[in-house]
């Protein structure tokens, strides 16, 4: 799968990092994520509209109150991840909508904290709460329930795996005869789209935007 960062970032204004050392109330912690920055000056991303860093279903929605402010988390059944996003000015979403890379989740702010940012999580095992925080958690613990954000992106990024079942929708709709150049089941987003194109599926000129191949994946699994 394609997945994308949250807002337009200036990558020299991050706050803390993935596994940054935190110091609060609660002790030491580990930070779970990237908190995000955009613009060129402190409050320049203030009301930024934020997208999830993939598609999938908001499952929490709701305001958290000091340390975490505004949070929507939303699951890719896809991916077996969540993507839990803190701090927002407003939330535009509600529990069991279903979201994609285009979908505006919010507007960037600083609820629950002192200056706006955007607190983005990668979450790879379900927590016990969704605020619950890595107050004396060590490395191993950090890297048992969490990812590193820009290392999941780039990774997803630069292939993402079809399916089974989009395999074989692509064969009933190669029937025509049309050769796939790559044999194995990753297959980068320029292919994908020459297949989806050459087959009919889609009729657009130039690049498909992700959002569209995603949304087509979707479509897909109708066919079979």
């Known amino acids: 799968m394609i997945t994308q960062h949250p807002i337009k970032f200036n990558p020299d204004r991050f706050g803390f990092k993935f596994g940054s050392i935190v110091k609060g109330k609660g002790g030491t912690a580990l930070h779970s994520g990237i908190d995000y920055n955009g613009g060129d000056s402190p409050n320049a991303d203030f009301l930024m509209e934020v997208n999830p860093v ?5 499952v929490f929605a709701k305001n958290c109150g000091e340390g975490w402010g505004n949070v929507v988390v939303i699951y890719s059944d896809l991916l077996k991840r969540w993507n839990r996003i803190a701090h927002l000015h407003k939330i535009y979403v509600k529990v069991g909508e279903i979201v994609d890379l285009t979908s505006v989740i919010g507007l960037l702010g600083k609820s629950g ?7 983005c999580d990668v979450i790879k095992q379900k927590l016990t709460k969704w605020t619950e925080y890595t107050w004396g958690w060590n490395d191993k613990r950090l890297n048992a329930f969490y990812e590193n954000p820009l290392t999941f992106i780039e990774m997803t990024n630069k292939k993402f795996e079809i399916p089974d079942w989009a395999l074989e929708s692509y064969k009933r709709a190669l029937a025509s005869g049309i050769q796939i150049e790559n044999p194995h ?5 320029q292919e994908f789209q020459r297949i989806l194109k ?4 889609i009729k657009e000129d130039g690049p498909i935007p992700v959002y ?13």
């Not at 993939?54 to 908001?58: A, I, K, R, S, W």
């Not at 904290?113 to 607190?119: A, E, F, M, Q």
């Not at 050459?198 to 599926?201: D, F, P, R």
């Not at 191949?213 to 897909?220: A, D, P, Q, S, T």
């Open 54 to 58: 993939f598609g999938g279903t908001v």
């Open 113 to 119: 904290t002192g200056s706006p940012h955007c607190h």
């Open 185 to 189: 089941k990753e297959i980068d987003q």
């Open 198 to 201: 050459e087959s009919g599926i």
């Open 212 to 224: 569209r191949l995603l949304v087509i994946i979707e479509k897909l699994k109708g066919i079979i």
